[in-house]
């Protein structure tokens, strides 16, 4: 380690070839301008506000599958696999620029840039004169969010990346240097800024299906999010107050909606619920790309999967025994330990065909993962189930119609005590800050706090955040000494054999897909971003 929906008919023919790029194996085969020969097809709002569904699913299905998990939680150490298997190189991070999980990344990252792009370059010319200026606002509005998404997912992994805004241009020629850093920031931020002015506002509420596309709250909550990185704290608590004050989200389980907890977050029948800002949207019918493997990767045993894959990958000694408090309802929900009871979770008798399906599953030792212990639970979601599950792709690939959070509302409560907060020193009595910090905890069933530091803070998002791909970069915005000794400290074994890893590198950055150097050498140069 160097560094360290479902759309029909036309539409559908119309998002596949503009999302080309994101399933190919090569990321520079970008559609140019121009194409898709769209012409006047969007003739109504409706088409036009599905126009866009692909951008949730679809171009994110290959990082989806496994890579995201392997980069995320298993580097950073929520997540355990052994090294007989392709996580295993996370866990002891001996992967190199070759592991496909590092061009899966990439590339998805760049597809959903690519088919952003098209969108916003072709939409303006591609509607008919029935469709209104704000459902065509609305979608460029989308296509600038998800671009916004992809390039911060890009500078956290890599740092400095080529900044892509023309999709033609960059056909013509693609051996471009990388744009630093604080230029990437900058594009995200404007593009941000742009989904905050077109997007459509939204009051959320129990029509769940209207909420799975994201809406200006959700741009708010997301430049919140990126100011936090930045260290711009007072624009991210500004962006946070405004979210927080519009009452557009909501905790589930929390004082707003008491008749439910943070377990019915990870049930299918609540996807798209009044506590998601962003998810990536699985339908789990229909194609291969169209399903989430969450359940396949994460499941201790076969009996809760359709496939025979089960497992794969594990919680860490390191979650098991360092993270949670003693009465923290998430732990339950976030891994199994023996004797846990899931009254949601479906399973098979034995493993035979036929086998009968139960409802109510007990966990028990012989089925741990990994030798780990435990199995994850945090999107685990059991056998087909339709009132609970949703359907599920064919059994040969058990793909399931769980959204994937990319940001929930407890984070951004989080987000806004430590923007009021201010730093990574200190301690804070604020009142807004605690009542932000204290309504995750006490949903989790937790004592309530009367002064936080940034290291409450750090430790109440990892609990929260769990196997959902924000802890890595978490450890990413400490001192790089500070997240080097949290890192080698963690048990990075199974129960049996401890293990720990040293760190070599001098930052938490991967390093650049091996075949993307050799098509593009000055992916390692740096140059300015010559803004528009």
Same mark, same amino acid.
């Given at each position: ?146 671009? *916004? ?5 890009? $500078? ?27 230029? $990437? ?138 993270? &949670? @408090? ?41 089925? @741990? ?29 058990? @793909? ?43 949903? *989790? ?14 430790? @109440? ?64 140069? $740096?140059?300015?971003?010559? &803004?528009?």
């Amino acid at each position: 380690m160097k560094n360290i929906l479902k759309i029909n008919g036309a539409i559908a023919m119309a998002l596949l070839l503009m999302i080309s790029s994101s399933c190919s194996q090569d990321f520079l085969d970008v559609p140019a301008e121009g194409t898709p020969t769209i012409g006047n097809y969007y003739d109504s709002d409706t088409k036009l506000d599905n126009a866009s569904n692909g951008l949730y699913g679809l171009v994110w299905f290959n990082m989806n599958k496994s890579a995201f998990y392997g980069i995320t939680d298993v580097i950073s150490g929520n997540m355990y696999a052994s090294p007989y298997n392709d996580f295993g190189k996370f866990t002891d991070l001996s992967f190199t620029n070759s592991q496909a999980f590092i061009s899966d990344a990439w590339r998805s990252c760049f597809g959903a840039i690519a088919n952003s792009n098209a969108y916003i370059s072709n939409l303006p010319q591609s509607v008919g004169p029935n469709v209104s200026k704000e459902a065509l606002n609305n979608a460029l509005g989308e296509s600038h969010f998800i671009r *916004a998404f992809s390039y911060f997912f890009l $500078v956290r992994l890599w740092g400095n990346v080529p900044i892509i805004e023309n999709n033609a241009d960059y056909s013509k020629n693609f051996v471009i240097p990388s744009n630093p850093t604080e230029d $990437v920031y900058k594009f995200i931020e404007n593009d941000l800024k742009f989904a905050i002015a077109n997007l459509r506002t939204k009051n959320r509420g129990s029509d769940y299906a209207s909420n799975a596309h994201v809406s200006s709250g959700s741009a708010k909550a997301f430049l919140a999010k990126v100011y936090l990185y930045e260290k711009k704290y007072d624009l991210a608590r500004q962006m946070a107050q405004e979210v927080i004050n519009s009452g557009e989200f909501k905790l589930l389980g929390g004082e707003e909606l008491p008749t439910k907890s943070f377990a019915d977050l990870f049930l299918q029948k609540n996807n798209n619920n009044e506590e998601s800002i962003f998810s990536w949207q699985w339908t789990g019918a229909g194609t291969y790309f169209e399903g989430n493997f969450s359940n396949t990767l994460f499941a201790p045993e076969n009996r809760l999967v359709e496939t025979t894959y089960s497992g794969q990958i594990a919680p860490s000694q390191d979650l098991i025994h360092n993270v &949670f @408090e003693d009465g923290d309802r998430r732990r339950k929900e976030t891994f199994m330990l023996p004797g846990d009871f899931y009254p949601n979770l479906t399973y098979a008798q034995t493993l035979a065909v036929d086998s009968p399906l139960i409802l109510g599953y007990t966990f028990a030792i012989e089925n @741990e993962a990994q030798s780990s212990g435990g199995g994850l639970k945090k999107y685990v979601i059991g056998k087909e189930n339709l009132p609970i599950t949703g359907p599920f792709n064919p059994p040969f690939n058990g @793909e399931s119609s769980m959204n994937s959070y990319m940001m929930r509302y407890a984070e951004l409560l989080l987000i806004h005590a430590e923007a009021i907060l201010g730093g990574q020193s200190g301690s804070t009595t604020d009142a807004m800050a605690l009542k932000s910090f204290n309504a995750v905890r006490l949903r *989790a069933g937790l004592p309530i706090k009367a002064s936080i530091s940034f290291d409450d803070i750090f430790k @109440e998002r990892r609990a929260e955040l769990a196997c959902e791909g924000d802890y890595y970069f978490d450890l990413g915005r400490l001192p790089f000494a500070k997240a080097k000794a949290i890192l080698e400290a963690q048990n990075r074994g199974d129960k049996l054999v401890e293990k720990h890893i040293s760190i070599s590198a001098s930052n938490l950055l991967l390093p650049y897909p091996a075949d993307d150097l050799i098509k593009n050498p000055k992916l390692t140069e $740096v140059a300015p971003y010559t &803004f528009k």
